[in-house]
């Protein structure tokens, strides 16, 4: 699954890290937060791995990390940054996140959260749709179903597959929590 330049696989599986953080869910009952509510929990902690990311592989100073970090993470939640609309089918599409690790590396972040196919499947378009104008996707699926039941077909070998495909085609990092 991973052989996409070890840089931005380590960069792709950290920011993933970040987004199933163990903290946000064990604070919020995220089974029934909205999508909106998770993203404001999840900000700080993926704002922290994106800086300590130019920390490691960059090697840059905390002070310069720190500024980078807050510079090229950007949140749709944020009113102080601006995610652009892809205009795609005649529809606008943004993601939850950008993350600019470099001027040749963006990598769209997208979250939902749900309960039934169509959500999980909602999402999986998403992401699909901006694959076609950032070089990488983060999609994590918040399974908030009362039995988990999403998230336990996870190791299914129709799953696997489908997993396996979304990386090799669309460099889409898929997961479920």
Known sequence: ?????????EVMKRVMKALKCPEVYKTIPYK?????KIKQFIYPYLLKEVESIYLDINKNQQMCATRKGKKNLLW????NTTINHIKLFGTNHRPDFVFK?????????EIKNGSIGS???EGIGQAIVFSSYYEFVSL???????D?????SLNGKAEQKLIASLWKNYNIWFDII
């Open 101 to 109: 690790f470099n001027p040749s590396t963006k990598i769209a972040i």
């Open 140 to 146: 994590l699926f918040i399974d908030s179903s009362k």
């Open 76 to 79: 749709e939640g944020n009113v």
């Open 119 to 121: 959500e999980l499947r």
């Open 148 to 152: 988990s039941h999403i998230r336990e």
């Open 1 to 9: 699954m991973f052989r996409k330049g070890s840089t931005r696989v």
């Open 32 to 36: 029934t937060q909205d999508e909106a």
